[in-house]
């Protein structure tokens, strides 16, 4: 009689098997064709594997095999993005410590793991909270930091009064905090950032270099990226002299200005409205634009709102006086934080300027037709065409027009052609516990001072050390043996920073690490990684398209110019996965 | 999901319901049957193991019966469509298909051969298959992979073997012999699938050594193709 297919035991046996066999176990074979195929490493949460996991991990084992049995040299590693807001939440609500409560659910994990059949060489494990990795974590940034890539400035954070602490985007809902719904503010604090700007044109010109990358990802990293070309233009405040610096990528419609709208965050706003009338109103505009997280006032479900300053400006093409007003559409930390309105030739202008009976002047117009009275227009005409009104530029193409004028701001110095990115620096501090501590020491004498590398890593206290519910400051703030140091370059009392790093930053160079191996001496072994980089198959979902891969790629350029690695593009090829759906939802188990 | 099915099944079914970049919908219905395909795969190995030869003697393709051609033919096939399925366009679902496919051909051939009685031939195609099916399927499902691998004296892991590689000859359908002749004397032979266009077999033609060979230092006049029959070539 035959045999049934018996596929517990079946599996149990071979699990057993590969837990001892050398499978996927792999050093530097020059003779060989390495292949590094990595997959997205997991948040090691209470919750397990879900079905996204189970489909990702599959892929990535079902081509590790498949490239083992090619003969090629395979590296498929694993590790734990182990750093993060649940393991500290998990903790505030149930009393369990974060690092036991994440080892603990690291294990369970590598059960699920087994059970699937999958199959890693472990001796290659990272976990991003441990000590031995996030000591390399802030040894890198110490290297940004002497590298003038990370700095220090006031930026403006969501602040909850009730709860006297800072609350990230996702944490506000409607203007209200998450935990106590009271309004939130908007606070001057001093952070940590990364600068990422320095590399905005390489991320998006190597994209070019990505073949591997499936389109629809370089299109949002290229998005995300924002590049435009264009003129930035001067405007003078009238009476005062000071300069309104705008940008803008239709120079050609300049003569058509007819307002200028600074973002509520604008350093003039408040010399403006000092002696308005209506100081109270715009007082009161400003704070409450303020409340609102900056891509809810950027979607276009927004209600447009302006509010007149008592000020004009002179429009340095035609010398014409019009009109400033605060607009909450406008973001001050993107281009310039002014915009000139051209309400002929811009849609949301245009609504504007009918919403508060502001003058539209038309200066394009389409090369077929003699249209020009505002009058009858239903909407802007946003299409290039031909000058008209335009004093000189009268009769050019709206390109040519832009390059005249871009010269012309030039030549008398009131602007000139110049080049925008959406992107901006990376806030890379957080006001958390469960992260790893920022590894600089301020003293009284010397500054800022990095800590030595022979002091690394700044070790996290354990969490009964600090209070997890401070308020109004870093709950490594509250232990006194953390705060309390010497400073390493002149031995005096200190004080440690006492904020911790965006867990993104341990993600973002963790693929150098396990070439790395679990190497004590090193954070990255340039040998090793040049043999097994950059990684040929990177496996996982798309919800990571923009945030990780860019600051990923931003990490290996860095770390390229530092001569810490040799390529400094670390993915060849992108494979994104889908969901797994039950009744159209996502699955979670 | 494993509880119930195991992890070959859970791998199996992720992997078979949509390429890589498109969101699957959980179906008890497709769960269930991929459960049930590798055990029909389980049970087809337990069966064929008895015509199982480790080293059984190479039947030339040329020589075989049409049964055992259309086998190895299949064979072959998915050989070449695996490899390029995971290997190049990481498609995975359509592989796991012609894994099916070809499990559709075999089983009525296994049934035969158990009815009127195996041959070198049928040991030959019979082993063949096993061996390079179970290659394949084992990175997808690797627990049965080492499992029925074991069984066929081959070595102690599946992932200690090579990828099966395929023969592109043994991959096209059945194929005809045409003689090209040079001013009417046959001079090569070529193998076209019986609906070859004109087009291809003229330039398959004159693109044999053996043409060039004869029409070296002669202008081309004209090109004859007779369907299903010969290519004439007039030189002078
Ligand atoms: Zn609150
Ligand atoms: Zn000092």
Redesign the pocket.
Known sequence: MNKEYEFKSLEKKWQDVWKESDLLKVTEDKDKEKMYILTQFPYPSGDGLHMGHTRVYSIGDLLARYYWMQGKNVLSPMGWDAFGLPAENASKKRGVAPDKWTLANIDQMKEQFAKLGLVYDWKREVTTCLPDYYKWTQWLFIQFLKNDLAYKKASKVNW??????V?ANEQVKNG???????E?EKKDLEQWFFRITNYSDRLLEDLDNLPGWPDRVKTMQANWIGKSTGVELDFTVKDSGEKIRVFTTRADTAFGVTYLVLAPEHPLVEKLSKDAPNRGEIKEFVNDTLKTAEFMRMSDEMEKKGIPLNATCINPLTGEEVPILIGNYVIYEYGTGAVMAVPAHDQRDFEFAKKYDLPIKVVIKDKDSDETTPENMQQAFVEKGVMVNSGEFTNMTSDEGIKKIAAKAHKEDFGGETENFRLRDWLISRQRYWGAPIPVVYCEKCGVVPEKDENLPVMLPTVDKVDLSAKGKSPLGTCDDFVNTTCPECGAKAKRETDTMDTFICSSWYYFRYPTGQDPEKAIDKEKVAYWHPVDKYIGGIEHAILHLLYSRFFAKVLKDLNIVKDDEPFKQLIAQGMVNLNGAKMSK | MIEKYGADTTRLFILFAAPPEKDIEWSDDAVAGCFKFLRRVYLIFERALKFYKKDASVVAFEDMSSNAKDVYRKLHQTIKKATDDVGERHQFNTAVSSFMEFFNMFNPYLTEIEKNGSDGEAEFVISESLRDTIKMLAPFCPHIGEELYSNLGLGKSVFDAKWPEYKKEYCVEDSIEIPIMINGKIRDRINIAPDEIEDKVKEMALSSDKTKKYSEGKTIRKVIFVKGKLVNIVVS
């Open positions: 909850c009064n009730t709860c006297e602490t609350l209200q905090c998450e935990y106590c719904d009271s939130v």
